[in-house]
């Protein structure tokens, strides 16, 4: 079990100290305040960089936020062998309320199966579209398997082309910025995960639409 072998005070003391040397101050700190504040004040403070740890308990978290079941929240099920059954689970979050964004909290519909991802992945992404349909995406997404056409159907429900949006007080092109996002997804390793986290209010400094929805690319 990897986990057994990697979950040791040496070696999440290395993980956390590297995390210190790449990011330093840029990292924000102190959960659950550091997924709680406006996007606007984060980026004031410099702090732009979430990190969350799956770190086991009895360990010190000296540097990021500790995972946890309240703070982040997915759609992913190890019963779902079918691109039907996982479209089922989304449907569920969509009726349920799951897709609404939650203060402090990150939540992601994951477009995967267990198993074997790469034979599911074009059907899971196309059925994904599909049902996303017309509908604003207010959480974020993780994809194994990133293509052009779904980066374009995520970006274009978190900014709606009739929204005017503007990026330091310049006008914000959406199908240049489409393109860029699409491009960077698919050339990057199978595991890129792209999410589309819906954050407090901001204004001014960072990309977004009336309703405070903003996007990120992380890879």
Known sequence: DHRHYFD???????????VKKVL???????????????????????????????????FE???????SDNNLKKSWKDSTRSVESMVDVLK?????????PERGCLKFLEIALPGLPRWHATAG????????????LSI?????????????????RNWPPETPIAVLGKPFSLEA??????????TTAATTTTAA??????????????DGQALYIQT
Do not use: Y
């Open 197 to 210: 986290q819906r954050s407090e209010v901001p204004s001014g400094n960072v990309p977004h639409n009336e």
């Open 177 to 186: 910025n489409l393109s860029t996002a699409a491009t960077a997804a698919t």
């Open 125 to 136: 992404n196309a059925a994904f579209r599909s049902w996303l349909g017309g509908d604003t």
């Open 24 to 58: 330093g101050p840029h990292v924000a700190q102190s959960e659950p305040e550091a997924l709680r504040s406006p996007l606007e004040k984060l980026c004031s403070l410099q702090r732009r960089a979430v990190i969350m740890l799956d770190i086991p308990k009895r």
């Open 140 to 156: 974020g997404v993780m994809l194994d398997f990133p293509d052009e056409e779904t980066i374009r159907a995520i970006v274009a």
């Open 92 to 100: 569920e979050w969509r009726s349920n309320g799951s897709m609404l």
């Open 8 to 18: 040791s005070p040496e070696h999440w003391a290395n993980v956390q100290q590297i």
């Open 61 to 67: 978290v000296t540097v990021g936020v500790r995972k």
